[in-house]
C-alpha cells in the first residue's frame, strides 16, 4: 500500500523536500492505522486510565499496575519490595487468516516480548478467538492452525495460557480474530520503561537475525484481506522461532539482574525502524543508528528491508557505553545474536546505509505526526426477529451443543496451562487464579468479547462484556484490579462500521468506570473486512483481580511458592469451584426477570439459532453486585459460585452438575419458561451455598436473590418452569457439550 498523496504533501511540508524511500517506507508504516490509530485515538479519551494502583498507563508496550497486599489495601509507591504486574493485549489477525500456525504464534511471541520490554517475567497468557461458522470447513481450518501454534509457541517457551475464548460467528468468514493477552510479574526496583534516557548511550539490538519476514506487516494489517490473501499476503507474515524466544527471556532477566537495560523496546509492527524511532521519540531525542551494524541471516537486504523487515524474537536496548561488552557477554552465553547499532542523540532520528544518510526525520513527527481522521457516523441498525419454533427441551439439547456454548477443553487441553507451578485455578472455570506468593495474593485472570452481543447491540453488548469479565473475578472472590482492551471493527471509512465502533468503545469505557475499573492498555484492529463484508464489532477485554490469599493449605511453604505432589502443584485456597459440592442449597443473584422486569432474548444462544433482537437490560449498580459476589465467594458457607452468561441459566445449571451431584431446580416467575431458561441477562450468578441469609444480607439493596433448589446425590439436573421441565444425566449433558472433540479430532 503506496503512502497517500495527502501524506506525502503533509511530509513534504514537514522536511522542506521529498521523503527518501526508506523514509516513505517508514512513515507509511508508522502512519498507518495499526501503528498510529488514525481513526480510533480521538475516540479513546473516552477511557478511565488512572487509578493509585496504576504504575504506567496506555503508550508503553504493556501497562503496569502495583498489586494491593493482603495488609494493606495498596502498596507504598515508594517501596522497592512492592510487587507489580505488567498487562498487554495483541491482535495478530491478518496473519492468522493468511497462515493461521504461524500467525497465531507470533502473536503470542509479540505479547510475550512487550512484557520483557518492562522489566517483567511472562507468567499467564489468555487468547480469544473468533472464526466463521463452526460448521465451514475452512472456519475449522483456520481454528485448528490457531489453537496448534498458540499452544506450540505457549508451551516451548513456558509461559502457561491459562484463559480465554471461542467465538464462531459468520461475520468472522472471511476475517479471524487472534487477540492475546500477557500478564507478567516484577519487582519494583526492575521496572523498565520504553522511554529512552539519555543522549550517548547506545542502541543494542539483541536476539534472532534480522530476515526479509514479515516485511510491511503494519501496512498489511491496516488493509482489508482480499480474495487472495492467502497467498498474495504470505511474505508479510511473521515466522516465530519459540526457542530462541525462551533464550531471549532468560536473557532479558539476565540483563534486568545486572542493571544493564536503561529502556528497552520490542520488534514488533514496522521492525527495527518502529522500534527504535518510538523509543527515542518517547523521550524526546533522536538516534544515529548504522543499519549495516544489524547482524542479519539473509544477503543483499537494502535499507528498507532492514528497517521494516518483522523478523521475531528482537528487542531494542538502550544501554551504557561502558556496558555494551556486558551485554554482549550475556547475548552470546545464551546463544544469540547481538549488534551495537547506533547512539541516542538529541537531533534527528537518523539511519545511514553504505555510507550514506538514507534516514534524517524529526522522531517525535514519525512516531506521533500522523494526522486523525474525522470520520463520519452512523448509529447501526438491527432487525426484529421471531422467536424460534422450537420446545424449551429441543432448544436446551441444541445450545448445550451449539460450539459457543459447548466445552472448551479440545482448546485448553493442548496448552501447557501448569508450566511455572503458579495455576491455581486452571481454564474451564469462570476465571483463571494465579499464586502470587511473593504478595500473598491470587490473581484472577479473564478474558474475552461476545459477538452475539455487540451485534445485538453494540453499546450494551459492550458494557455487558466489561460486566460479564468482572463478574467471572468476583466468582472467584477477586476485586477487579484493572484491565487491557483489544478493539477489533471493521473499515473505519464506512459510517455503519464506525458507527458500531465508536459504540463499543464508549459502552466498555462506561461500565468499566461504573465499575471503577481502569482501562490500563490496549489495542485496536481495524480494517477487519474481507469479501464476506465487515466483522461484528469485538471489544476484547482482559482483566485482572486480587482476592487475599490463605496459605494454610499449602503442602510446602518455600520461597520458590508451592511444591509438586502427586495430585500436582499444592497451592493456597483458590475460593470456591464451578462445581456443585452437594453441601447447599442454589441461590441466583441479579436476576432481574425473576422480578418482574422484562427478559429480552437479544444476544443469547437461543435466539442465535434462528437469529437476534435486542439486548437485556443490564444491572443498576454493577459495581456494588461484583462487590458483593466477591464477599459471597469469599464467605467460607459458600461451596460454589458460576458467573450466569452463555446459554442462560440453563447451560449454567447444566455445567455446575457433576456424575457426582446433580440438581433439583424449580424457577417461579413471569417470564415464560424460555426466557427464564435462556435469556442472557449480564451480572448474575448462581451460588451454592450453606448459609443462604448470608448470601441475602451480602446482596440486600443491590441486587435480587431467589431460590433455585438443592443439590441431590444424583447424577441429574432436573429443572422446571411451570409446566415446562428439563432433564439430563451429567453424563448426557458432557456428551452434548464435547461437539469440538468430536468435529475437531
Known sequence: MPLPEADRERIVAELGREPTPAEAALFENLWSEHCAYRSSRPLLSAFDSESEDVVVGPGDDAAVVAVPTPDNDRNDADSDDDVYVTLGIESHNHPSYVDPYDGAATGVGGIVRDTLSMGAYPIALTDSLYFGGFDREHSRYLFDGVVEGIADYGNAIGVPTVGGSVAFHSGYEGNPLVNVACAGLLPANRLVTAEAQRAGNKLVLVGNATGRDGLGGASFASEDLAED????????VQVGDPYT???????????LDEDLVQSARDLGAAGLGGASSELVAKGDLGAEIDLEAVHRREPGMNATEILLAESQERMCYEVRPEDTDRVREIAERFDLGCSVI?????????CSFGGEAVVDVPATYLADGAPMNDLPAESPTQPERDLPDATVEQSFERVLSDPNTASKEWVYRQYDHEVGLR????????????DLHEAGVGLAISAGAEPRWTSAAPYEGACAIALENATNLAATGAKPLAAVDCLNGGNPEKPDVYGGFSAIVDGLADMCSDLS???VGGNVSLYND?????????PTLAMVGTRAWDDSRRNVDTDEGPMNTDEGPMHADAGPSTALAGEGTLLVVGDRVLDGEPAGLGGSAYLALEGSDRFPSLPANPAALVEALATVANHEATTAVHDASHGGLAVTLAEMVTPAVGATVEIEGP?????HFFHEQPGRAVVETKEPTAVREAFAGIAPVHELGSTTDTDRLEASVGD?????????????RAVLDREMD
Open 530 to 538: 474481507s469479501v464476506a463484508g465487515p466483522i461484528p464489532p469485538t
Open 517 to 519: 475499573v481502569p482501562v
Open 671 to 675: 417470564a415464560s419458561s424460555t426466557e
Open 423 to 434: 495455576t491455581a485455578v486452571r481454564p474451564g472455570d469462570d476465571a483463571a487464579v494465579m
Open 245 to 255: 524466544e525462551k533464550l531471549l527471556i532468560e536473557a532479558n532477566e539476565a540483563l
Open 724 to 736: 415446562t421441565e428439563l432433564s439430563m444425566s451429567a453424563e448426557t449433558i458432557a456428551e452434548r
Open 229 to 236: 490473501a492467502e497467498t498474495e499476503d504470505r511474505p508479510a
Open 342 to 350: 547506533g547512539e541516542i542523540t538529541e537531533g534527528n532520528y537518523t
